[in-house]
T-cell receptor, first 109, second 114 residues
């Protein structure tokens, strides 16, 4: 079983739509959680960390469900510029980072 | 801003050649990483280093070696390049305890082995 699993998509949504991605992880000892964004042929960049209480940054909301071992990313009012691949990252201990394979989002005009 | 620089962005090498991929970070981070990213497989860790001259194998170290002689520089070496090493290579760095800190990536090196 993979450490981190994501639905690869693609998710094709119209502008203005709300879209949500989930990511499940297998190790219950996981401590830290992140969402990264990766544009085509570019490097991944941190979008947001995910905290136990959930956190919001503008149109983006991240949540953690430890009981069910998943994290989620919600994007409201999708923009064309949101088109990218979204990677979830889970870690436990020092230097134990696990990346999902990414969920591809395309926002359509 | 943190800067992770990969000096070679696009390379084409022949099978059997020795390849050096260089990475430099400017934030005095202890940890440095080399990943490769392939479609459908995501990021896979090749090696990481948590200090000068220290290295640990990742998930796919076969066919690769690394060198970290200075804190800011982490080099990936393909001793004898093969076609199955055609990929995008990403260098990254993070401060101590990457579990709780952000990992920063370089722009990537696209290697084609022919």
């Amino acid at each position: 079983r993979k450490e981190v699993e994501q639905d690869p998509g693609p998710f094709n949504v119209p502008e203005g739509a709300t879209v949500a991605f989930n990511c499940t992880y297998s190790n219950s000892a996981s401590q830290s959680f992140f969402w990264y964004r990766q544009d085509c042929r570019k490097e991944p960049k941190l979008l947001m960390s995910v905290y136990s209480s959930g956190n919001e940054d503008g149109r983006f909301t991240a949540q953690l469900n430890r009981a069910s071992q998943y994290i989620s990313l919600l994007i409201r009012d999708s923009k064309l510029s949101d088109s990218a691949t979204y990677l979830c990252v889970v870690s436990y201990g020092a230097n134990n980072l696990f990346f999902g394979t990414g969920t591809r989002l395309t926002v359509i005009p | 801003d943190v800067k992770v620089t990969q000096s070679s962005r696009y390379l084409v090498k022949r099978t059997g050649e020795k390849v050096f991929l260089e990475c430099v970070q400017d934030m005095d981070h202890e940890n440095m990483f080399w990943y490769r990213q392939d479609p459908g497989l995501g990021l896979r860790l090749i090696y990481f280093s948590y200090d000068v001259k220290m290295k640990e194998k990742g998930d796919i170290p076969e066919g690769y070696s690394v060198s970290r002689e200075k804190k800011e520089r982490f080099s990936l070496i393909l001793e004898s390049a093969s076609t199955n090493q055609t990929s995008m290579y990403l260098c990254a760095s993070s401060p101590v305890g990457a579990g709780g800190n952000t990992i920063y990536f370089g722009e990537g090196s696209w290697l084609t082995v022919v």
